[in-house]
């Protein structure tokens, strides 16, 4: 319950903490629920600056945005074996080397989607008198008959709700820098193993090129460097931007308590976790977002036995 400009009581029936893609795409889909989206930041975040490509057009279908099928090129830069570029590919982006890691060994063709370049705005039109910008997230929680949809990373949430045993989360924070390049609508992704060049992965979109770093980085004439491995000459590059990235990279956490903390936010203050972050899922995709929201919705309606049944 809530004052209302009457001073009088009223219901609140939904809030989604964080006006991300993830909130953004709840909000759209749950639209007949009402929901008020809260946002700490005074404007749209669109933190997403890395590559934007869905392996199918459910979001595009759901949100009614037009995206562009198109062909991307995949292939690694080879430096040694196959077996030692997995390795030293994974040592780059999560500084372990790790065997869950695997790196295209040859060239190859896939399908995918490309949403446009306004896409936060499109997906964000007529959301705007819902969203709550500046909003401590936290003073909402007591609201008991409400029920929150939480986007937010999960350690975040984790303190907000002062969880005991906030497990070891690690991350990787790292850069992405972004061009413009003149006469190219090309799709491609090189991932680049090899620890010499400071850069993971180099990537176009249509005309935008966009190198990811799983690091700090400051320098812009590394994505000089990076664009002449998919032959791209220097001068054909333009309006150079550097983006940080807080959570380039998450690593997996012990799978119970990931589970455990999940439904304790449940359980005991009604809010579910959707997405990448929130529900601490590396290998999540935005394709994913979909399917998960319209399970929430269920589990809403159905209650908590039908979630645990779902696990």
């Known amino acids: 319950m809530a004052p209302n400009e009457f001073g009088e009581m009223e219901e609140i029936g939904m809030f989604i903490i964080g006006a991300g893609i993830s909130?953004?795409?709840a909000a759209r889909m749950l639209w007949h629920k009402e929901p008020i989206i809260l946002e700490k930041q005074p404007s749209l975040p669109n933190?997403?600056?890395a590559v934007l490509r869905f392996r199918s057009?459910?979001?595009?279908?759901?949100?009614?945005?037009?995206?562009?099928?198109?062909?991307?090129?995949?292939?690694?830069?080879?430096?040694?074996?196959?077996?030692?570029?997995?390795?030293?590919?994974?040592?780059?982006?999560?500084?372990?080397?790790?065997?869950?890691?695997?790196l295209p060994t040859s060239v190859s063709t896939v399908e995918r989607y490309i949403a446009p370049p306004d896409f936060i705005a499109q997906i964000a039109s007529g959301l705007e008198h819902k969203i709550n910008f500046g909003a401590d997230a936290h003073s909402y929680l007591w609201k008991e008959s409400s029920t929150f949809i939480s986007t937010i990373p999960m350690?975040?949430?984790?303190?907000?709700?002062?969880?005991?045993n906030i497990p070891d989360f690690q991350v990787v924070s790292g850069t992405n820098m972004i061009a413009t390049v003149s006469r190219?609508?090309?799709?491609?992704?090189?991932?680049?193993?090899?620890?010499?060049?400071?850069?993971?992965?180099?990537?176009?979109?249509?005309?935008?090129?966009?190198?990811?770093?799983?690091?700090?980085?400051?320098?812009?004439?590394?994505?000089?460097?990076?664009?002449?491995?998919?032959?791209?000459a220097r001068d054909r590059l333009s309006d150079v931007t550097i983006k940080p990235q807080k959570y380039a990279k998450i690593q997996p956490i012990d799978e119970r308590t990931r589970k455990t903390f999940i439904a304790y936010a449940t359980d005991k203050y009604n809010i579910y976790s959707l997405g990448r972050y929130a529900c601490w899922r590396p290998s999540l995709l935005l394709d994913d977002l979909v399917k998960d929201i319209r399970l929430i919705e269920r589990w809403m309606n159905d209650g908590a036995y039908a979630m645990r049944k779902q696990r």
């Open 23 to 25: 909130g953004l795409l």
């Open 47 to 49: 933190n997403h600056s």
């Open 57 to 102: 057009d459910v979001v595009a279908n759901v949100t009614g945005i037009e995206f562009k099928k198109v062909q991307v090129i995949k292939g690694s830069l080879r430096w040694r074996n196959p077996i030692a570029d997995a390795l030293s590919y994974a040592e780059k982006n999560t500084g372990k080397l790790r065997s869950d890691r695997s």
């Open 155 to 164: 350690p975040d949430l984790m303190r907000m709700l002062d969880y005991p």
């Open 184 to 232: 190219c609508d090309a799709y491609v992704s090189l991932y680049v193993p090899n620890p010499f060049y400071h850069f993971s992965r180099v990537s176009l979109t249509g005309d935008e090129l966009i190198v990811e770093f799983p690091h700090e980085e400051t320098n812009p004439e590394m994505i000089y460097a990076a664009a002449g491995l998919v032959g791209i």
